[in-house]
């Protein structure tokens, strides 16, 4: 069965320093992998996705991900954190087309950070 | 703002008793998914919805039911309401019922069962 990890589930970096979320997935053929950042009150915004090719992706706000078919994992990276990037983030892998479209979540890591 | 409403905002009900969620997908958008969010199960997928038929459903408890209406929007139905049913509940759309549409999700339903 699918499934996916997210091993920190509380970050805290000081702004302006570097930020990396770490995302690993249990799925048989290639996966399609997501991050999406959830704000306090808000539904969950797509930041960006991963379903073949370049393996380095590039999403909004800054952030970019690489899929790392060798290590099953699918981290989240940003060079320098703003105060406003506090939230928390899931990783999400999509289920196969015969399970519909449905998106399978890890835990979800809460970003807390500093001045 | 992602298109994708839902109505109510916060609901506050006892156990025992019966609520209807309400979602509007994005314009255009056929699939509806449902998303239950809690502190101990995480995010979840319970059922989705493509042009009126259901099409995939998770572990979705069978006092949850949901259906899509001709004009698309979708309503999730709880009964028996229960301590452990107070979450989050978020409908998500998409314009196809593939993975590969990007899903919209809307601001949520966050249902307290006293």
């Known amino acids: 069965a699918q499934s996916v990890t997210q091993p920190d589930i509380h970050i805290t970096v000081s702004e302006g320093a570097s930020l990396e979320l770490r995302c690993n997935y249990s799925y048989g053929a290639t996966p399609y992998l997501f991050w999406y950042v959830q704000s306090p009150g808000q539904g969950l915004q797509l930041l960006l996705k991963y379903f073949s090719g370049d393996t380095l992706v590039q999403g909004i706000k800054g952030f970019e991900a690489e899929f790392k078919r060798s290590q099953s994992s699918f981290n989240l990276r940003k060079p320098s954190v703003h105060w406003s990037d506090a939230a928390e983030y899931f990783c999400a892998v999509g289920a196969p087309q015969n399970q519909g479209g449905k998106l399978i979540f890890g835990q979800g890591t809460e970003l807390s950070v500093k001045p | 703002d992602s298109g994708v409403t839902q109505t109510p905002k916060h609901l506050i009900t006892a156990t025992g008793q019966r609520v209807t969620l309400r979602c509007s997908p994005r314009?255009?958008?056929?699939?509806v998914y449902w998303y239950q969010q809690s502190l101990d199960q995480g995010l979840q997928f319970l059922i989705q919805?493509?042009?009126?038929?259901?099409?995939a459903k998770g572990n979705i408890l069978e006092r949850f039911s949901a259906q899509q209406f001709p004009d698309l929007h979708s309503e999730l139905n709880l009964s028996s309401l229960e301590l452990g049913d107070s979450a989050l509940y978020f409908c998500a759309s998409s314009v196809g019922r593939g993975v590969v549409w990007e899903q919209f999700f809307g601001p949520g339903t966050r249902l307290t069962v006293l």
């Open positions: 919805y493509y042009n009126g038929e259901e099409r």
């Open positions: 314009s255009g958008d056929l699939s």
